[in-house]
T-cell receptor, first 112, second 113 residues
Framework: DTGVSQDPRHKITKRGQNVTFRCDPISEHNRLYWYRQTLGQGPEFLTYFQNEAQLEKSRLLSDRFSAERPKGSFSTLEIQRTEQGDSAMYLC??????????FGDGTRLSIL | GENVEQHPSTLSVQEGDSAVIKCTYSDSASNYFPWYKQELGKRPQLIIDIRSNVGEKKDQRIAVTLNKTAKHFSLHITETQPEDSAVYFCAASIWGGGNKLTFGTGTQLKVEL
């Protein structure tokens, strides 16, 4: 068990560009969550998957955001046409059964 | 939806003293309440959790209490140490209903020597 892995750790991009983040959950964890955390705030729920099915999306997830988990293993989160307000830490967590959610180190996105 | 409020936002204690952080939640259906510790630049790490079928849970120097009627829960850290310095987040969720976590705004705990 190597824990939840996220890539990249940091992403700097210009406003208007598209970015994609990857999350590799703990193996055999069937649930995968994406959260966004801004400075001085707690993580905010974005979306979650059970296996490959995306079961819930937050209102925070605008049309510019899309997430996938094609084979029920790793997941990607894509942001199109990035805006200044997208600057944040994007956290991934995974969970199974009665176990708590385990978080990755996150991807810090900075929009220039 | 669920709303979680957390107080205080900052807390400074002397080493060896106790620290208490309080949270309230709004959704009476919430039944799972974890606490996470986050050091600067690192991932949130679970330190203790409690389900609504118990009123208190303890793990060494850390304890959590839950009052379902009042919809509030608290984290208690005894004999604080410098390594306890971090941001602590409470959260609430409906276990079995997707388990998405609604977090409080965090408490910056500083343990001074």
């Amino acid at each position: 068990d190597t824990g939840v892995s996220q890539d990249p750790r940091h992403k700097i991009t210009k406003r208007g560009q598209n970015v994609t983040f990857r999350c590799d959950p703990i193996s055999e964890h069937n649930r995968l969550y994406w959260y966004r955390q801004t400075l001085g705030q707690g993580p905010e729920f974005l979306t979650y998957f059970q296996n490959e099915a995306q079961l819930e999306k937050s209102r925070l997830l605008s049309d510019r955001f899309s997430a996938e988990r094609p084979k029920g293993s790793f997941s990607t989160l894509e942001i199109q046409r990035t805006e200044q307000g997208d600057s944040a830490m994007y956290l991934c967590a995974s969970q199974t059964g009665n176990q708590p959610q385990h978080f990755g180190d996150g991807t810090r996105l900075s929009i220039l | 939806g669920e709303n979680v409020e957390q107080h205080p936002s900052t807390l400074s204690v002397q080493e060896g003293d106790s620290a208490v952080i309080k949270c309230t939640y709004s959704d009476s259906a919430s039944n799972y309440f974890p606490w996470y510790k986050q050091e600067l630049g690192k991932r949130p790490q679970l330190i203790i959790d409690i389900r609504s079928n118990v009123g208190e849970k303890k793990d060494q120097r850390i304890a959590v209490t839950l009052n379902k009627t009042a919809k509030h829960f608290s984290l208690h850290i005894t004999e604080t140490q410098p390594e306890d310095s971090a941001v602590y987040f409470c959260a609430a969720s409906i276990w079995g209903g997707g388990n998405k976590l609604t977090f409080g705004t965090g408490t910056q705990l500083k343990v001074e020597l």
